[in-house]
T-cell receptor
Framework: SQQGEEDPQALSIQEGENATMNCSYK?????LQWYRQNSGRGLVHLIL?????REKHSGRLRVTLDTSKKSSSLLITASRAADTASYFC???????????FGTGTRLTIIP | NAGVMQNPRHLVRRRGQEARLRCSPM?????VYWYRQLPEEGLKFMVY????????ESGMPKERFSAEFPKEGPSILRIQQVVRGDSAAYFC????????????FGPGTRLTVL
């Protein structure tokens, strides 16, 4: 699968604020996956959004997908210190099962 | 339902030794993927396996690295004659058949080569 590019590379916000990070990709996709990685840990699956979906929610997380702009965004509302982590997107093309990751967005929540 | 399990979590080897990393996929998952992460970088794909078959090894270094996923038991990533540049975190992921995009990751094995 193709690589997603996360933006910004780093983001620092106050606890309680909302955090938005973006992902862009180059060619059409079937699905797009968002992951979180805490320092020194494995990736945690957050939300998978399919190409025919525009928005998906899970708790404080909201993911949007705009296939015409080849971009996705991840919004974390009411941020908490525990949200401090790196966030990665992974565009998915059926038939090409390997995921290709960028350098992610490093989110820091300031207490 | 246990998640993806990897062991050991930390592995220290001297240059020239062999490293064996193990991955047990989630229950019901028959597809396994190995990724490597160098410090301050994203994960890089290494190999994709199904039971007894290597499907895609395009990310594997040509020498010293091998992977298997036998009919019984965990998947093994083997690194022979390790060098300092092999020091990294190695992550395993698994998925169900037909849902390759929904990969679930293990906690990783951190390999340090002295």
């Amino acid at each position: 699968s193709q690589q997603g590019e996360e933006d910004p590379q780093a983001l620092s916000i106050q606890e309680g604020e909302n955090a938005t990070m973006n992902c862009s990709y180059k060619t059409s996709i079937n699905n797009l996956q968002w992951y979180r990685q805490n320092s020194g840990r494995g990736l945690v699956h957050l939300i998978l959004i399919r190409s025919n979906e525009r928005e998906k929610h899970s708790g404080r997380l909201r993911v949007t997908l705009d296939t015409s702009k080849k971009s996705s965004s991840l919004l974390i509302t009411a941020s908490r210190a525990a949200d401090t982590a790196s966030y990665f997107c992974a565009p998915i093309n059926f038939g090409n099962e390997k995921l290709t990751f960028g350098t992610g967005t490093r989110l820091t929540i300031i207490p | 339902n246990a998640g993806v399990m990897q062991n050991p979590r930390h592995l220290v080897r001297r240059r020239g030794q062999e490293a064996r990393l193990r991955c047990s996929p989630m229950k019901g998952h028959s597809h396994v993927y190995w990724y490597r992460q160098l410090p301050e970088e994203g994960l890089k794909f290494m190999v994709y396996l199904q039971k007894e078959n290597i499907i895609d090894e395009s990310g594997m270094p040509k020498e010293r690295f091998s992977a298997e996923f036998p009919k019984e038991g965990p998947s093994i990533l083997r690194i022979q004659q390790v060098v300092r540049g092999d020091s990294a975190a190695y992550f395993c992921a698994s998925s169900r058949p037909g849902l390759a995009g929904e990969q679930f990751f293990g906690p990783g094995t951190r390999l340090t080569v002295l």
